[in-house]
């Protein structure tokens, strides 16, 4: 009942703001254009070039309204969303080009609108406004989380985790794992270990040389503000995928924390951003992948299947039924790399492109 009630709610919400978009768009057309990827995807540095070359004119031979002038002029506008943090572009821009260094990694959701004047292949002027929107794939990978019980979701992590080379980087957390009885009292203290030991492992596996991509929960190794907080503090616990969690139990204790990690991180994500982009791109590093081993293509290949289905929009997916999505375009794009941040990298990429090199896409 405190289901339907919720959903209902969240129908009512996305109708009002479907509406108030809709009649924006009306007159001032808006198109949110969300770039993702797997962390060092690229997505920071694309975002960068594209709008380094929009603004300064920049070559761009295949992008035909660029090219052939029906571009006239684009620049900044003020941040529009007031709970989303700027698109820290100009100094994306110095630590290119002054720097001559890629930039650091983002950890959070991020914003730049941009206003294009532009003519239609018809003749007529026009002003679009462009809403880039950076924001980590691995927060699509939570997706699945939403019909997936504290007990399924146990039960597949530490599947997961029991491969090769997983299961070398899991020894840590697996020992402690042993030591814990899921239908004890719950314990805060043995609670925050297990979040402790489970994300260092999540965090070994992304290191370069293993480069595995399927870690959720993705906020767990972007914690950003809500870093130690109950909503990222719990970790899977052996227990049987039918059982019920007893009253005051550590199991309890996980199963409210997870449910809280959908409550406060999923659901606001795919709501208040995901529904609301117009076009998708999703950036790709294959060759980080590669470089690592069949293990890591494997495991990109499953991440990549998990963020192909966040784009499954027809009837019946979890998606459509909560959120209503409305991308209605989608582009996938590889990255060239020409090695890994650190080593040769940085010292070939200081030769061509405009950023150094840094614009392939
Ligand atoms: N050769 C080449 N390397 C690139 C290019 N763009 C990014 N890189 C490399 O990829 C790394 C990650 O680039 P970012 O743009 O920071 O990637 P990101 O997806 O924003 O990464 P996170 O913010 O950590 O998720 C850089 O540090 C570079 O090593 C490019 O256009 N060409
Ligand atoms: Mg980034």
């Not at 070994?204 to 870690?215: H, I, Q």
């Not at 995928?241 to 449910?259: F, K, N, Q």
Request: overall charge neutral; charged content about 25%.
């Amino acid at each position: 009942m405190a289901s339907t009630l919720t959903d209902f709610l969240e129908e009512a919400r996305l109708s009002a703001r479907a509406l108030l978009d809709y009649g924006e768009h009306f007159f001032n057309p808006t198109v949110r254009l969300g770039v993702t990827g797997l962390s060092r995807a690229g997505k920071t540095v694309f975002i960068t070039a594209l709008v380094h070359g929009l603004t300064r004119g920049g070559r761009f031979p295949v992008f035909e309204p660029l090219a052939t002038g029906r571009i006239a002029r684009a620049h900044l506008a003020p941040q529009p969303d007031d709970a989303v943090p700027r698109f820290d572009y100009e100094n994306h821009v110095r630590t290119l080009i002054e720097e001559r260094r890629w930039p650091n990694s983002t950890i959070d959701i991020s914003e730049l609108r941009l206003v294009i004047d532009y003519q239609r292949p018809n003749g007529a002027d026009r002003t679009l406004t462009l809403d880039i929107i950076d924001y980590p794939g691995e927060w699509l990978l939570d997706l699945p989380l939403l019909n997936k019980s504290y007990e399924q979701w146990s039960r597949e992590s530490l599947a997961l985790s029991r491969e090769t080379p997983r299961v070398h980087l899991a020894a840590e957390w697996h020992a402690h794992l042993e030591s814990l009885n899921a239908q004890a009292r719950e314990d805060e203290q043995a609670t925050l270990t297990a979040a402790r030991l489970f994300t260092n492992y999540l965090r070994a596996c992304r290191d370069e040389r293993f480069a595995m991509s399927l870690l959720p929960p993705g906020r767990f190794l972007m914690p950003g503000n809500l870093a130690g907080s109950p909503a990222l503090t719990f970790a899977p616990l052996d227990v049987p995928i039918d059982g019920t969690a007893p009253e005051g139990s550590l199991w309890a204790m996980m199963v409210r924390r997870y449910e809280a990690y959908k409550d406060v991180v999923v659901r606001p994500f795919f709501r208040d951003h995901f529904a609301r982009l117009d076009r998708q791109i999703v950036l790709i590093d294959a060759l980080g992948a590669f470089n690592s081993g069949p293990e890591a293509l494997h495991d990109l290949q499953a991440a990549l299947a998990g963020i192909l289905d966040c784009f499954r929009i027809g009837r019946g997916t979890i998606l459509s039924s909560l959120f209503r999505p409305r991308i209605d375009r989608i582009l996938f794009a590889r990255r060239q790399r020409r090695g890994r941040e650190g080593r040769t990298d940085r010292g070939r990429d200081r030769r061509g492109g405009a950023f150094g090199g840094a614009c392939d896409p």
